[in-house]
Structures are given as C-alpha cells and as structure tokens.
C-alpha cells in the first residue's frame, strides 16, 4: 500500500497551563485534555473514547443501512495497572447497547449487529487493532 493510499494521520497539542491542553485536528477540530483534576478528559480517557468510537462508527454504519437504530450506545472501560514494566490500561471492554424498532427492517438491523461488532474488532477499527498489534511508538526532542 501507498502513502497516498493511507495517508498520515496527525494532531497538534499546545499547553494552556500545567495540567491543561488543547489538541487541535487538520480539520479544525478542537478539545481540551487535562490531568484529572478538571472537567477535561484525561488521556487514558481519551483513549477509551477513541476505542468505543471507532467501533461505533463501524457498527453503526452497519447496522443503520437497515434501520437506523432506536437507542445506541458505546461504553469502553479498562483497568489501570502499574508493574514493574510501567503504567498501562488492562482487560480493555467495549459494549454496545444498541436497540432497535420491532419490525422486519429492525429485526435485519439486530441479526447483523453481533457480526458488524466482531467485523469492527478484527479487521476495521484502527484503534483497538492498534493497541492489540502492540506497536511501538518513537517519541523524540525536536527543536523549537
């Protein structure tokens, strides 16, 4: 595959003050990251989000090609671990509550909602394949 066939993805993230960040997309798209002490999500929350979202977007792309879904939502969880090797988030769990009308095309819609969330995990959403593919990540000092 070709870079331009999978393009780079990159945001940038500027300091408002210790504990306290803003994390813009190209697109214009901002949101505030903080330490926990705040409102603001913090980064391991993020990454929760990012895992539940990106499946959600695939299952509901899905599923709403036969009827747009009643009640849907997504909740991810994980528990924090600190060990020898470091900090890390385990036994990671995304749910989907999803919920449809009782009629043929809702009936299609919840026949293929378990196939459309195993389709998410093993092959579509790129965030939970990245966190279980395990890759490594380079950080480095770069000049101002």
């Known amino acids: 595959m070709t870079e331009l066939e999978n393009p780079a993805v990159a945001i940038g993230l500027s300091r408002r003050k210790l504990g306290e960040?803003?994390?813009?997309?190209?697109?214009?798209?901002?949101?505030?990251?903080?330490?926990?002490?705040?409102?603001?999500?913090?980064?391991?929350?993020?990454?929760?989000?990012?895992?539940?979202?990106?499946?959600?977007?695939?299952?509901?792309?899905?599923?709403?090609?036969h009827e747009r879904p009643r009640h849907f939502q997504v909740s991810a969880s994980g528990v924090k671990q600190r060990d020898a090797s470091g900090n890390k988030l385990v036994n990671l769990q995304v749910r989907?509550?999803?919920?449809?009308?009782?009629?043929?095309?809702?009936?299609?819609?919840a026949a293929i909602l378990p196939r459309a969330?195993?389709?998410?995990?093993?092959?579509?959403?790129?965030?939970?394949?990245?966190?279980?593919?395990?890759?490594?990540?380079?950080?480095?000092v770069v000049e101002v």
């Open 21 to 65: 960040y803003r994390v813009l997309n190209s697109r214009g798209g901002v949101i505030s990251i903080g330490d926990g002490k705040g409102e603001d999500f913090t980064p391991v929350e993020l990454l929760l989000a990012a895992l539940a979202g990106c499946s959600a977007v695939d299952v509901d792309v899905a599923v709403s090609r």
């Open 117 to 140: 969330v195993e389709q998410s995990h093993a092959k579509l959403c790129t965030v939970s394949r990245t966190i279980e593919g395990g890759g490594p990540v380079s950080m480095e």
């Open 96 to 109: 989907f509550a999803v919920e449809f009308d009782d009629d043929d095309e809702g009936r299609a819609a």
